[in-house]
């Protein structure tokens, strides 16, 4: 993931990969393991979907850890990949949204729907992971501290606003 992500799919090699994996470079280990680049492009997807519902969506029982566990994941090299290569993949595109777009806003939804019926759980999931996302983005697109304000304030507001909301329609 790191290889992919700071380098690009294209402009990483087989010595790249097998360096950042305490490999001998170029000694043909890697070929042990996978027939291509592809196909180790394709084991890092599966550990993204493999990841448990808890990793994708921590508990909301600790909202600000939460909220770092949640940019964690998202991490430099995670974005990077999604947005710079995988339009190549779709197959692993569309493998990645399912598990960690769409699979994390439903599980938030339930947990906020099992909180409080009275609030549409869809949307205030949407807008709260939508958050999250866009904050994540804004720094490996554009740079870190360009969203105007530190990690640390944007996941105070983050939880202020996420209990604000579950609590506003009781």
């Known amino acids: 993931m790191r290889c992919f992500g700071s380098k690009g799919y294209a402009a ?8 950042a994996a305490g490999l001998a470079p170029g000694a043909g280990g890697t ?13 890092v997807v599966d550990a993204i979907v493999a990841a448990p ?21 998202m991490s430099e090299g995670l974005t990077r990949l999604f947005f710079r290569d995988l339009d190549d993949f779709p197959e ?18 339930e947990r906020i729907r099992a909180h409080n019926p009275s609030v549409d759980a869809e949307a205030l999931a949407a807008v709260l992971l939508g958050s999250l996302i866009n904050f994540r983005v804004i720094e490996v697109l554009i740079g870190e501290g360009r969203n105007g304000v530190s990690q640390e304030r944007f996941v105070r507001a983050w939880a202020s606003v996420y209990r604000a909301a579950v609590e506003s329609e009781r």
């Open 12 to 19: 990483t090699t087989i010595a790249d990969i097998e360096k």
């Open 31 to 43: 070929y042990r393991h996978f027939r291509s680049k592809q196909a180790i492009l394709e084991a």
């Open 53 to 73: 519902d808890d990793e994708l969506a921590p508990p909301a029982t600790d909202l600000e850890g939460s909220a770092h566990a949640s940019l964690r994941y």
């Open 92 to 109: 692993q595109r569309e493998r990645i949204v399912d598990r960690t777009v769409t699979g994390p806003y439903r599980i938030v939804a």
